[in-house]
């Protein structure tokens, strides 16, 4: 079937009000980066549809692309016909006769915005029904769960059909709610948590602590690969590696074995929130989940953020393992997560970490350190590169050293 366009439900976004262009614009403008490939493609942003004329482009290639951008309720390939009731009822019947198979049933759904259409939305149902049942022997209608629904929709520039329905993620438009920094580990919550953040409409840049030669390349690369998984939500993410090597030696050699976790997350809670500061986000996001290791008791929590007033969303908070997994494995981070190159917090992992940290101590052992020096240097040695979907960090180094050997 050769359609004209894809016709793109808003869902959420048609709740928002007075605010409603700005969540169309920033779904508009995340759909045009997505689709940048598809020069001939035209835009159209409408208040209660977005219509993707195809001007020729693949509607199947075009639609893939779609999938996983946040803020689309659902899209459907359409035919735009003009609003002549016999050419509706043939291109109904063209449709549906070419995806229709021995013993499939079918129903018409229709919808009328132009309230002058000859038909209203029952006759629509009755006449183009009627004209797939005539012209298609041995087809059967069926009201409820019917194998091929037909969709028309009458407004006032044209009429549109279609026979598909494909669902999106929904959400809010990445972007919609500003830009947060994403504490992004090696492990399985955090990138769900990033993943529940885009949903929401943030826009993320990834930080990554590094400590080398305690963790390896492999595990500053699997990270970066883990980010590759949040990308096609986005086109690209921004990712921040922080040298934080000096730091967590420093903590290790003057601060008690039972604070180094909860001195640690200060240390990397300020650099986070240094780096939101200078790149102009409003939040800082990381993949705490209350209860699960040492660090996330609230009694932890507590001590961690008193060094920040800045707003940190936890989307995986409340959330038992087996549910974080569940997201793991659907957006496919889950394989990545659990390859074992351990990252910083692993590695420098105490014997019996404090579950009660108490914050008078943690300032008393904090005064031990030079917190503004490690700071300023770890902050000068950051690097910043994009990661975009066609990355694969892990499989590029492996290549590499088969060429070698």
């Known amino acids: 079937m050769k359609y004209t366009e894809i016709m793109v439900r808003y869902g959420e976004l ?3 009000g007075k605010n409603r262009r700005l969540f169309i614009s920033q779904l508009s403008n995340n759909v045009k980066k997505s689709l940048h490939e598809f020069e001939e493609v035209k835009i159209q942003a409408d208040r209660d549809r977005m219509h993707l004329i195809l001007n020729g482009a693949d509607s199947d290639k075009v ?5 996983p951008i946040f803020g689309i309720q659902s899209f459907s ?3 735009r016909v003009e609003k002549n009731t016999e050419v509706i009822c043939q291109t109904a019947v063209k449709m549906v006769k070419e995806i229709w198979t021995e013993g499939q049933t079918f129903k018409v759904q229709s919808r009328r915005s132009d309230k002058q259409f000859i038909w209203d939305s029952n006759d629509m149902n009755r006449e183009v029904g009627g004209a797939i049942y005539h012209g298609i022997p041995g087809i059967e209608a069926q009201m409820i769960k019917p194998d091929i629904r037909v969709d028309v929709e009458v407004r006032y520039e044209a009429a549109y059909l279609s026979c598909l329905t494909i669902f999106g993620p929904g959400g809010l438009p990445v972007g919609s709610s500003g830009k947060g920094m994403l504490m992004l580990s090696g ?3 955090s990138p769900v948590a990033g993943y529940l953040g885009m949903k929401r409409g943030v826009e993320i840049e990834a930080v990554h602590f590094y400590s080398p030669p305690y963790t390896s390349e492999k595990a500053l690369q699997k990270a970066k690969d883990l980010t590759v998984k949040l ?3 986005v086109g690209g993410i921004q990712f921040i590696t922080v040298p934080f090597t000096e730091i967590q030696e420093e903590i290790k050699r003057s601060i008690p074995s039972g604070y180094w976790m909860t001195v640690t997350r200060r240390f990397m809670l300020r650099l986070t929130d240094l780096i939101r500061e200078e790149r102009h986000g409003l939040a800082i996001i990381n993949g705490e989940s209350l209860g699960q290791v040492a660090s996330q008791t609230m009694h932890s929590m507590l001590a961690i953020n008193e060094v920040t007033t800045t707003p940190i969303i936890r989307p995986v908070i409340t959330m038992d393992k087996s549910e974080i997994i ?8 889950f394989e990545l997560a659990i390859q074992p190159f351990e990252d910083c917090c692993t590695i420098f992992a105490p014997p019996e970490p404090k579950t009660k940290p108490k914050l008078e101590k943690v300032l008393q052992y904090e005064e031990r350190l030079d917190i503004e020096g490690m700071l300023e240097r770890a902050m000068a040695g ?7 979907s066609s990355d694969n960090f892990l499989n590029e180094t492996t290549e590499a050293m088969d060429e070698l050997f």
């Open 14 to 16: 048609s709740t928002k």
């Open 63 to 67: 639609m893939s692309h779609l999938t």
């Open 77 to 79: 390939p359409v035919i």
């Open 187 to 189: 492990g399985i919550d």
């Open 231 to 233: 990308t096609p939500y």
């Open 326 to 333: 569940e997201i793991a494995e659907e957006i496919d981070t």
């Open 382 to 388: 950051i690097t910043i590169e994009e990661i975009k």
